[in-house]
């Protein structure tokens, strides 16, 4: 697939993910393993569809290997594996996400699959504290197992340790999340993740724009951040492990209304048609209606008419400004509200 097809298909993904993330659904991702002496009598809810992620046969012994080979059944893997790891999803659109997540699964070419199952098999090893590369290790092919073990690795980036235990993730959210940040940054990098709580953080400034305007966004932020301490600026993608999570909404909600002395709105045709978007912006006018007006500061793409706002109200306009200006506008409000 080349890069333009490609990058088409993430964003058709994206809008197809963003579109179920926006419904709630009580759907569920989890993992969990299988050891030679496991014996669970654990029941799942209905629902569901496991799927086999990776497996740690142990050390090289070819001739067992083979016999065992010979009489498994692949779709659950090889017998006589030490630890095997599956990918289970539970609850009623089980189906719709695994249809969606096989087909994200195929936006990686051979070489990308490659580069994701050998950091699966390296994070075994380095829990096994092994070294030995004669040990077998396997990890699925089927586009469906590729995906789950891409949001792995991209949880383990984005979050702490304890933080990739207790996430209870929605897949649907955790998928549009992984996505736009591989349209954005075309690799996942890790984030200087903060530990304390979203909640009880209070920002100089938050952001609140629509995806198709993020690389625009990203760049301010990214001059924005090396001018702030720690936890004063609220941009998503640095704290996309919390907001994984079912409520979003009344989240977000507190975030942008008793949480940030500045909000940033990054006005655009695409702000208006966003759910995401709306929610955020009915604690934006309810700021508005309790005349704590120093409080927004509106950038614009375009005209497009937005409910509540009116010809009069001010604005800076994006496309006379690059990022780096738009960022000293931004900057210079935060110091004027310090003050």
């Given amino acids: 697939m080349s890069f333009k097809k490609k990058k088409k298909e993430i964003k058709r993904l994206i809008k197809a993910f963003e579109i179920e993330a926006q419904r709630f659904h009580d759907l569920k991702f989890s993992i969990f393993t299988i050891t030679q002496a496991t014996c669970s009598t654990e029941k799942f809810k209905q629902p569901n569809h496991a799927i086999l992620l990776w497996q740690y046969y142990g050390q090289k012994d ?33 189906d719709l996400f695994t249809k969606m997540a096989t087909r994200a699964g195929c936006i990686f070419n051979k070489k990308e699959a490659y580069e994701i199952k050998t950091k699966t098999i390296y994070e075994i090893r380095e829990k096994k504290k092994e070294e030995n590369l004669e040990s077998i290790v396997v990890v699925n092919d089927n586009p469906l197992a590729i995906w789950l073990n891409y949001l792995l690795y991209y949880i383990s980036t984005v979050a702490s340790n304890e933080e990739t235990k207790l996430i209870h993730t929605d897949p649907f959210t955790l998928s549009m999340f992984a996505l736009e940040q591989l349209l954005d940054k075309k690799s996942i990098e890790k984030v200087d993740k903060s530990v304390t709580k979203l909640e009880d ?27 702030l301490n720690k936890n004063k600026l609220f941009y ?27 909000i940033v709105v990054f006005l655009s045709s695409e702000y208006s048609e966003k759910e995401w978007c709306g929610l955020e912006w009915r604690a ?7 005349k704590d007006d120093e409080k927004i500061m509106f950038i614009r793409f375009d005209n497009t008419e937005i409910d509540g706002l009116f010809s009069i109200d001010g604005y800076i306009d994006a496309n006379k400004y690059n990022e780096k200006e738009i960022a000293k506008f931004i900057l210079e409000r935060i110091q004027v509200l310090n003050t």
């Fill in 284 to 290: 934006i006018r309810d700021i508005i209606k309790s």
């Fill in 62 to 94: 070819s001739e067992n290997f083979i016999q065992n080979l010979k009489h498994s059944d692949l779709k659950w893997g090889i017998r006589g594996a030490e630890l095997s790891s599956y990918g289970l999803i539970e609850g009623d659109k089980t």
């Fill in 236 to 262: 998503d993608f640095d704290y996309q492990a919390q907001l994984a999570r079912p409520n979003i909404d009344s989240l977000l909600q507190k975030i942008y209304r008793n949480n940030s002395k500045l």
């Fill in 201 to 227: 953080i209070q920002f100089d400034v938050s952001f609140s724009f629509p995806g198709e305007r993020r690389k625009f966004v990203s760049s301010v932020a990214d001059i924005i951040r090396k001018k």
